[in-house]
């Protein structure tokens, strides 16, 4: 079950009847584990960009986790033993293995990266990484906090337990990092989404914004009918899903993509094109979120990095307010909008308003929300100097920033003191 409140069922439908296997990188000393291959929901490739970088910038070796089938027998066979003894050594012992990997070299640091909290017992596919890696940290996205809404299930604390050996825990939900180090012990940082900049920026050559609105996943229904009413009336190109709603309440869309790089590819061309981007806070249709506890949303990170201009509910929150401090960073707009054709017109009467708004979101999107701005903190986090690739990719961002703002910007990614 992710943060949502969707179950994602062990389905022999479902991806992952593949097994477990290591996809070589380039001799470098970081080793991921991905969970690609289990699940391919759209709201999931976010998180295998961020692999995807991470094996770029530091040639890591990458285990896919496989055999769905297998690891689920597993778990049920060891959350069995686990309750009726009490003991964590028992239930290891118990329950049958998964197919997995073993290690042939040693390794600088393990980073598994997690979707969702219950998909944490993939960790039993790699049974040797704390021996062969030398500090271990993992990124969880998603994960229950310290009061689920009704009909909500709490993570499991036999799930938590597999996390007892890292050395550090990073969360992409603020409200979350609490309750995780308490039932681990471990420390815990609060790790906030970001978005593959240089794929994302229009520049240096920027496309025709021909797409007026662009509303994707979560919507309000009465903001989609009032831009509706303007597509039928040939007064703008409105672009949005007819994806058919699922999960608890009808309130999601999503749906399963054959390759998340690809789905990116795709997201990034759309929102490079768009004028307007709805982008509000997670789970924003779902008020019962809120007494969990608001969190920003992917479509920020994006939204930035494409230049769009946003409209929406922000998170009122001080890691949103941190995080986004640029003025018009976000336009406000009430979830449910009926006059959102009004805001629309009056923004398009400001020209000048509008450029500053595109120049300022993609150069504070280079400068600060980058996926390797976050693998600078997990590094900097464990005391592991960057890699080459990382501190040229910086360059770059800053270039594009300096490109963007017209204004040199240096590079703020250095090497920790006393590693070179």
């Not at 079950?1 to 290591?22: F, I, K, N, Y």
Request: hydrophobic share 40%; aromatic share 8%; glycine share 6%.
């Amino acid at each position: 079950m992710t943060s949502s409140g969707e179950t994602v069922p062990l389905t022999a439908d479902a991806p992952g009847r593949q097994g477990t296997s290591l996809v070589p990188g380039h001799g470098g000393s970081v080793l991921l584990l991905s969970m690609r291959r289990l699940n391919n929901l759209v709201a999931f490739c976010m998180q295998y960009e961020f692999e995807d970088i991470v094996a770029d910038l530091t040639g890591a070796d990458r285990v896919d986790v496989g055999d769905r089938d297998a690891l689920d027998l597993s778990r049920r066979a060891y959350r069995l033993a686990r309750f009726a003894t009490g003991s964590r050594r028992f239930a290891r012992a118990f329950a049958p293995r998964p197919p997995g990997v073993r290690l042939q070299r040693d390794y600088e640091l393990f980073f598994p990266v997690f979707n969702y909290a219950h998909e944490l017992y993939a960790l039993t596919t790699v049974p040797d990484w704390r021996k062969r890696c030398r500090v271990a940290a993992c990124f969880i996205n998603e994960a229950i906090g310290e009061t689920p809404r009704r009909g909500e299930r709490r993570v499991p604390d036999y799930l938590l337990e597999q996390l007892a050996e890292f050395d550090h825990i990073f969360i992409g939900m603020r409200h979350a990092v609490g309750e995780v180090a308490r039932i681990t012990g471990r420390p815990c940082t609060y790790l906030p989404p970001a978005a593959d900049v240089l794929r994302f920026s229009p520049y240096p050559e920027p496309p025709e914004r021909a797409i007026d609105v662009l509303n994707i996943g979560r919507r309000s229904a009465v903001t989609h009918e009032a831009l509706l009413r303007l597509a039928r009336d040939h007064r703008l190109f409105y672009y949005y899903d007819t994806v058919a709603a699922s999960g608890t309440g009808q309130k999601q869309r999503t749906f399963r993509v054959d390759n998340a790089s690809e789905h990116r590819v795709l997201l990034a061309s759309l929102l490079q094109r768009s004028r307007y981007f709805i982008a509000n806070r997670s789970r924003a249709n779902d008020p019962e979120s809120t007494t969990v506890g608001e969190e920003i949303s992917g479509r920020f990170y994006e939204g930035a990095a494409a230049g769009t201009i946003m409209l929406g509910e922000a998170p009122r929150t001080d890691e949103f307010r941190t995080e986004f401090d640029w003025p018009d960073a976000v336009i406000p707009l009430p979830f449910d909008s009926p006059d959102v054709g009004d805001v629309l017109a009056e923004l398009d009467r400001d020209p000048h308003r509008i450029a500053r708004i595109r120049r300022d979101n993609v150069c504070n999107a280079a400068l600060r929300h980058d996926w390797v701005h976050r693998l600078r903190t997990v590094f900097e986090t464990v005391g592991i100097p960057p890699t080459e690739a990382m501190l040229e990719r910086e360059k770059r961002l800053c270039a594009l920033a300096t490109m963007t703002s017209g204004t040199p910007v240096a590079p703020r990614l250095r090497s920790l003191a006393g590693t070179g």
